[in-house]
């Protein structure tokens, strides 16, 4: 179960969303920060995939001071505090404990960020970066629930509500590459279940498929925005569950290539690899 909780890491994480689009526009003409890249916003990123969390932390701060209407800041703050506690508690390679305060950090950015998608799905219920929103907002209280809360069947519910505005947003946007990566780790998370729970999980309209699951994050590891990185390492990570070596291995060089600084993609390669783990200084508590 650790193996498969693990996967639900960036159930979907980040978040990307601006102003609303005209009814029928393509994802591929879309230009706000959701479908393309913000130089603001991508440097944020880039420090959080680089581990400096607090760096990264100011950025998404200044940036949602500077657009108080827009989920994007909050989700992108929400991402900071859940990733940070991901790191510092080591969930991708050893027990880990909660941290309060930094859990009601990431909870109270999620629940801003719903708030100013609801407000624009009242005005346009196709808005794209609104379903973003809460498909990232889900997907990491997913997260959130089933690696740090052990709220399973919570975690269950909200990873079907984040693949359901997936859906919704894909359907009209099938270019929102960044997005893939939500209902194709459910896909695949489901689709390791034992025969008996993915049984109880289609009556309840939660569907399975392991292969399908890991054609979806592919896309967005290769083709994605902000959300390429965590995809890659989540493509990683099952293609090494599934014996497939050589995915696995392209996806975490390419990591520790982009992202040399980065100690869990360094040591994830060290291990597929079957190398020695090289030594790091450890999150701090």
């Known amino acids: 179960m650790r193996d498969l909780s693990t996967l639900l890491t960036v159930g979907v994480i980040s978040a990307l969303l601006l102003c609303v689009p005209s009814a029928g526009q393509s994802a ?111 997907g990491m209280q997913s997260d959130a629930d089933s690696m740090l809360l052990k709220k399973h069947y919570d975690a269950l519910k909200h990873l079907k509500e984040a693949n359901s505005n997936a859906e919704a947003l894909l359907n009209e946007y099938p270019d929102a590459y960044d997005v893939y990566v939500a209902p194709g780790i459910a896909y695949y998370v489901i689709g390791s279940l034992s025969g008996s729970a993915r049984f109880i999980l289609w009556f309840g309209g939660i569907h399975g498929d392991k292969e399908l699951g890991m054609r979806e994050v592919a896309k967005t590891a290769d083709n994605g925005n902000y959300l390429r990185p965590f995809a890659k390492i989540l493509l990683a990570l099952s293609a090494r569950r599934e014996k497939k070596q050589a995915l696995a291995l392209k996806n975490l060089k390419e990591l520790t290539e982009e992202f040399p600084g980065n100690s869990v993609y360094e040591t994830e390669y060290a291990k597929a690899l079957g190398r020695p783990v090289p030594a790091t200084n450890g999150p701090s508590n």
């Open 28 to 138: 591929s003409k879309l230009t706000t920060p959701a479908f393309s890249s913000d130089p603001e916003l991508k440097a944020g990123y880039q420090l959080l995939y680089e581990q400096k969390f607090p760096e990264a932390r100011k950025i998404f701060q200044e940036w949602a001071e500077k657009n108080p209407q827009e989920p994007f800041g909050q989700v992108s703050l929400a991402a900071s505090y859940l990733f940070e506690e991901f790191y510092r508690q080591q969930v991708l390679t050893s027990d880990y404990f909660l941290n309060d305060k930094r859990i009601r950090d990431f909870e109270d950015a999620a629940a801003k960020a719903r708030a100013l998608a609801t407000q624009r799905l009242k005005q346009n219920k196709h808005d794209p970066e609104a379903l973003f929103a809460m498909t990232l907002c889900a």
